[in-house]
């Protein structure tokens, strides 16, 4: 899911579940993440606008699909080693 700007209907809930997801899929355990007011989050932390989660969570989210392509093509090779080698 991409956000844009005109995402004002997105609730302070959603974004701190989404990056929790997102977040616990790259770093495997859970950010501190909290909504302070209006806009503005607080990350490990960092105190982040509502925009630059939204670039953060995609940005994980593109993170953990790279690593799940890497993830199954290391096991193709291997059944393909191992098969080879069985030869």
Same mark, same amino acid.
């Given at each position: 899911?991409? @956000?844009?700007?005109? *995402?004002?209907?997105?609730?302070? %809930? !959603?974004?701190? /579940?989404? @990056?929790?997801?997102? @977040? $616990?899929?790259?770093?495997?355990?859970?950010? =501190?993440?909290?909504?302070?007011? *209006? *806009?503005?989050? !607080?990350?490990?932390?960092?105190?982040? =606008?509502?925009?630059?989660?939204?670039?953060? +969570?995609?940005?994980?989210?593109?993170? #953990? $699909? %790279?690593?799940?392509? #890497?993830?199954? /093509? %290391?096991?193709? +090779? $291997?059944?393909? +080693?191992?098969?080879?080698?069985?030869?």
């Amino acid at each position: 899911m991409t @956000y844009t700007v005109s *995402d004002a209907t997105v609730k302070p %809930k !959603q974004v701190l /579940d989404a @990056y929790r997801r997102a @977040y $616990q899929m790259v770093h495997h355990r859970e950010p =501190h993440v909290v909504h302070l007011f *209006d *806009d503005w989050y !607080q990350v490990n932390g960092e105190t982040v =606008h509502r925009l630059a989660l939204f670039g953060e +969570i995609t940005r994980l989210r593109e993170l #953990s $699909q %790279k690593h799940r392509v #890497s993830t199954t /093509d %290391k096991s193709v +090779i $291997q059944r393909l +080693i191992a098969r080879l080698r069985s030869l």
